[in-house]
């Protein structure tokens, strides 16, 4: 299912209210239950043991099961690669889902500001432990590229968060935690090291149609020409005559290498210079901003290296 460029314009115009008027969030639309995940048994019943852990975006949900093991009910409530994760407006399943979790991970920093409403109207909140990984993990803030997971060293630093936090809350089960957290990044080395294969020894230039997979760009020193051209996609605007011009005569002359296309996103502007690329055999490096189904992190990530390996002609 394809993500219209008018869903993501509204998401993002939705985003940029949340951040200035924080307060003004009073009304939830409810929609369709598409992006809501199914929770696993929220632990009312036998396992009332387990730690229930809600996650916003399941990738964070996976690294939490990995380190949780047995002792936690993970729910992740952005499963679905048809919802647009800009766009979407929690369900009374996603608000019960939160007010019954003792964990909470999200990406804040304006990514994901229906989570941190949900936690505001949730009286309980304070005795949650909530991990903005933007902001708590990274150091970001809003107005920085939101989309983090695409940078590789994310997903250890929540792995090892989690293990504290949950030992803290589970003592007995601490070393657990701490263990199962190590084997997990650990599952991550073939990842790093095939991007430090990858990685250009001088920076090389790349254009974007959105600036989703920048994070791991930057890790590989590939540079984006065009930032201001995949900034507009992305706010759902059309770039302007010069923006798009420009990126027309970097495909044309052969100033870039590869072009990374979201293919989550609908817009003739950016079908317009993927068939340009294309007919000047610039490679293109298919990604997505959520998660494939089918596939976990790890192999998600890989699989959007590798094209950018084989463009490099690196194995
Ligand atoms: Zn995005």
Redesign the pocket.
């Known amino acids: 299912m394809k993500i219209t460029i008018s869903k993501w314009k509204l998401g993002l115009a939705l985003t940029a209210l949340a951040i200035g008027v924080l307060t003004g969030c009073g009304t939830e639309k409810p929609t369709a239950a598409t992006g809501a995940a199914a929770t696993q048994a929220n632990s009312a019943g036998a396992s009332g043991a387990k730690i229930n852990v809600v996650a916003a975006e399941n990738f964070y949900g996976e690294v939490a099961q990995a380190v949780g093991g047995d002792h936690v009910n993970v729910t992740s409530i952005l499963t679905n690669p048809g919802q647009d994760?800009?766009d979407y407006e929690p369900t009374a399943e996603t608000s019960k889902a939160v007010a019954g979790a003792q964990v909470v991970v999200y990406t804040g920093i304006g990514?994901d500001d229906w989570m941190e409403r949900l936690l505001k109207a949730d009286s309980s909140a304070k005795t949650k432990d909530v991990v903005a990984v933007g902001s708590d993990l990274l150091g970001k803030s809003a107005g920085d590229n939101?989309?983090v997971w695409y940078d590789l060293a994310t997903m250890p630093k929540l792995a090892s968060k989690l293990a504290d936090d949950l030992g803290k809350l589970d003592p007995a089960n601490s070393e657990d935690y701490q263990k199962r957290a190590k084997d997990y990044i650990a599952t991550m080395a073939p990842l790093t090291d095939k991007a430090a294969k990858i990685k250009q020894g001088s920076p090389v230039s790349i254009d974007v149609s959105?600036?989703?997979f920048d994070y791991m760009a930057e890790s590989l020193n590939l540079q984006v020409n065009n930032p201001k051209f995949a900034l507009a996609v992305?706010e759902g605007n059309d770039p302007t005559a010069s923006d798009y011009a420009q990126v027309q005569d970097d495909i044309k002359n052969h100033k870039i290498k590869l072009f990374v296309f979201n293919t989550q996103t609908d817009s003739p502007t950016v079908e317009n210079i993927v068939k340009l690329a294309q007919g000047n055999s610039i490679p293109i490096i298919k990604v997505t901003?959520t998660e494939p189904t089918g596939k976990n992190y790890i192999q998600w990530m890989a699989e959007q290296l590798d094209q950018v390996g084989n463009a490099f002609g690196i194995q």
């Open positions: 994760p800009h990514y939101p989309h959105e600036p989703v992305e901003e």
